[in-house]
């Protein structure tokens, strides 16, 4: 079947830098995508990977690699309204998305 | 605002009710998607429409029943649901649905629950 594993539930200081991780196992791959939840909010698209490498966008960042089947999203400068739930979701080999249950992410001040 | 709207935002609905969720999006766009999102567990991706036409069904029990008149457009019917069925439902719009980077823009969802 296909799976994508991330952890439930992260917390981080005020100002620091967290990392959150995605792992993925589908049938084929097109793509990995970043999402962000506010609690009660619709998802926002965060990034988008389809090449193994790094790609960043101000204080987020995001990375993948398809050998290891691995992807992260790295925050910097952490901010309180960056507390809310990340999603990472991969697209198949039929064009769909498979999506993680999410990352919800707290922090402290 | 991502320039998809659902309306009601909140539903409450007995077993033997019918319902309608609306979505509506102002983007251009030749794809819309209906979601089911539970607490803790993944987005459940229900029904596909690309260019109107239904692409992608998903398992889903025929108690919800999707329409898409156009593609502005897109309603989720409900009727005899169960209490398991209530949910966030999200409705979700992109270019289309052939891949690339195109992605998706969500609505704010339609809190149900069915009692």
């Known amino acids: 079947g296909q799976n994508i594993d991330q952890p439930t539930e992260m917390t981080a200081t005020e100002g620091a830098i967290v990392q959150i991780n995605c792992t993925y196992q589908t049938s084929g791959f097109n793509g990995l995508f970043w999402y962000q939840q506010h609690a009660g909010e619709a998802p926002t698209f965060l990034s988008y990977n389809v090449l193994d490498g790094l790609e960043e966008k101000g204080r987020f960042s995001s990375f993948l690699s398809r050998s290891k089947g691995y992807s992260y999203l790295l925050l910097k400068e952490l901010q309180m309204k960056d507390s809310a739930s990340y999603l990472c979701a991969v697209r198949d080999s039929n064009y769909q998305l498979i999506w993680g249950a999410g990352t919800k992410l707290i922090i402290k001040p | 605002e991502t320039g998809v709207t659902q309306t009601p935002r909140h539903l409450v609905m007995g077993m033997t009710n019918k319902k309608s969720l609306k979505c509506e999006q102002h983007l251009g766009h030749n794809a819309m998607y209906w979601y089911k999102q539970s607490a803790k567990k993944p987005l459940e991706l229900m029904f596909v429409?690309?260019?109107?036409?239904?692409?992608e069904n998903n398992s889903v029990p025929s108690r919800f029943s999707p329409e898409c008149p156009n593609s502005s457009h897109l309603f989720l019917h409900l009727h005899t649901l169960q209490p398991e069925d209530s949910a966030l439902y999200l409705c979700?719009?992109?270019?289309?649905?052939?891949?690339?980077?195109?992605?998706?823009?969500f609505g704010p969802g339609t809190r149900l629950t069915v009692t």
């Open positions: 429409y690309n260019f109107k036409e239904q692409t």
């Open positions: 979700a719009s992109s270019q289309d649905d052939s891949g690339g980077s195109y992605e998706q823009y």
